[in-house]
C-alpha cells in the first residue's frame, strides 16, 4: 500500500485527557463520532469510545444519559493499539476483527497521529471495488440448540 491508507480519517476530531468526560460526550454526540483519540502534543496517550462513555454513565430521563464528570485521561482505554500508514488492508481488517474494535489510530513512527481508521471506512473502501456486484457470500441459517432445565 502507498504511504497513506486512501480510507483513513484524516480530519480527526481529539480530546486532551484533562477533559471531563460529559464535555467528550457531548463532542461526540455533535459530531456524529464514536471515537476520540487523546492527544497531548501530537502524542496519542489513548482512545475514548462511546463503550468507555456508556460503561461510566447511568440513565436519565427519557433518553438521556447522566455522563459523570471525570477526566477523559481516567476512562479512555490507554496505549491503543495502533499502525503506522504503511499498514495493508488486509492487516488493519484482520486485527480489528480479532481484537472486536472498531477504529485503529495511525501513527508516524515517533507514534504521533496522523489519521484514524475506523470500521465504517473499511465498509466504504467496498464500496470502490464493485459496488453492483453481488454478496459473494452462501447464507445458511441454523437454528440454536437451546438446552433444557
Known sequence: ????????????????PELSLDAA???MRRENVHHLPVVRGGELLGMLSDRDVLRRSTPGKGDELVVPSTLVGEAM???????????????L?????ERRIDAIPIVTPSKRLIGLV???????????????R???????LRRAEIAKA
Open 1 to 16: 500500500m502507498n504511504a497513506t491508507l486512501p480510507m483513513m480519517t484524516r480530519d480527526v476530531i481529539v480530546v486532551p
Open 25 to 27: 460526550w457531548a463532542v
Open 77 to 91: 482505554t490507554p496505549a491503543p493499539i495502533v499502525c503506522e500508514a504503511d499498514v495493508s488492508l488486509g492487516h
Open 93 to 97: 481488517v484482520r486485527l480489528m476483527a
Open 118 to 132: 475506523t470500521s465504517t471506512d473499511l465498509l466504504f473502501s467496498l464500496v470502490g471495488f464493485d459496488d453492483t
Open 134 to 140: 453481488p454478496l459473494p457470500i452462501r447464507f445458511e
